[in-house]
């Protein structure tokens, strides 16, 4: 039977730990044990070990699975993409009824998704991740929402310098700048009042955080340009990736960004709409309210 699915060797990973969480996977596990499918765990995974199931390293899993089942919201598919987005393989998300853009199977339609999925019925989505690193270190950061350059104090503005393909575009004060993805559109730029990007556009947007001018606006350009910024002054500078790493940026170091090599890949149901999931996320199209007449 097994021989007839496209994935035969299925990761299940999880960052949460808890009953809801833990009842879902038993369904994922329960479903594809029947059709024959291999279930794993990574060790990484917060519920390994609560499920019957093989547990592996996270190098073994980048080796042997084809599928990886991330069940949570937005934050463990980015935990997910973290952990496995050198390996190529592609995540498939449950939401457990959050806020998520990202993870987009809700617990009702798990089985009959599931199973059309496993038949290869589904939408692969590729998105990018960005790449950071900073002027004379080795190490590189990746994000796939997006890259924060920020001061570290609440309300403490920091004066730096843009730059796009070495092309000197502005010097500003701001609290800081937002360097994100077309999937981190809907994540902390939309907070900052950002704009949404459709996922197939090929765009990364600069979004100065609380600028320090009446005239200072979001900008879009193409994701294979790369972005250089420039402290000035002594004022303390981090950088964040997804709000995980926070690093401080050395004084009269630049801070270089730009489009990573490696992309992930999301496995939706044919059903998917990324504007439909903005309707029901965002609460488009709600109506205006009617005025009581008592």
């Not at 935990?79 to 990202?102: E, M, Q």
Request: proline share 4%.
């Amino acid at each position: 039977m097994v021989s007839n699915f496209l994935f035969k060797n299925i990761a299940i990973y999880s960052s949460i730990n808890n009953k809801k969480v833990i009842s879902i996977a038993e369904q994922v596990v329960e479903v594809l044990s029947s059709l024959g499918i291999i279930c794993v765990f990574p060790s990484s995974s917060s519920i390994s070990g609560k499920l019957k199931g093989r547990i592996y390293t996270e190098k073994t899993i980048a080796r042997k699975s084809d599928l990886v089942i991330a069940i949570g919201g937005d934050g463990t598919l980015l935990s997910t993409a973290r952990k496995f987005g050198d390996s190529s393989i592609p995540v498939l998300g449950i939401n457990l009824g959050n806020l998520g853009f990202l993870t987009d199977i809700p617990p009702a339609d798990l089985t009959f998704a599931l199973s059309e999925i496993l038949k290869g019925n589904f939408i692969e989505d590729k998105r990018i991740f960005l790449e950071a690193w900073i002027e004379g270190e080795k190490s590189r950061y990746r994000a796939l929402n997006e890259i924060v350059l920020h001061s570290g104090s609440i309300a403490q503005l920091i004066e730096y310098e843009l730059f796009i393909d070495d092309e000197f575009v502005y010097r500003q004060k701001a609290d800081g700048l937002i360097v994100s993805t077309p999937t981190g559109s809907t994540a902390y730029s939309l907070s900052g009042n950002g704009p949404i990007i459709s996922p197939e556009v090929k765009a990364i947007s600069l979004l100065p955080m609380f600028p320090h001018s009446l005239n200072s606006r979001t900008m879009i350009t193409s994701q294979d340009k790369q972005i250089k910024i420039r402290t000035k002054g002594s004022t303390k500078a981090f950088l964040s990736m997804d709000s995980h790493e926070n690093l401080k940026v050395p004084n009269n170091k630049d801070v270089y960004i730009q489009r990573a090599k490696k992309e992930l890949t999301l496995i939706h149901p044919t059903d998917h709409s990324f504007f439909s999931s903005c309707r029901n996320k965002l609460g488009w199209s709600l109506g205006v309210p009617k005025k009581s007449t008592t």
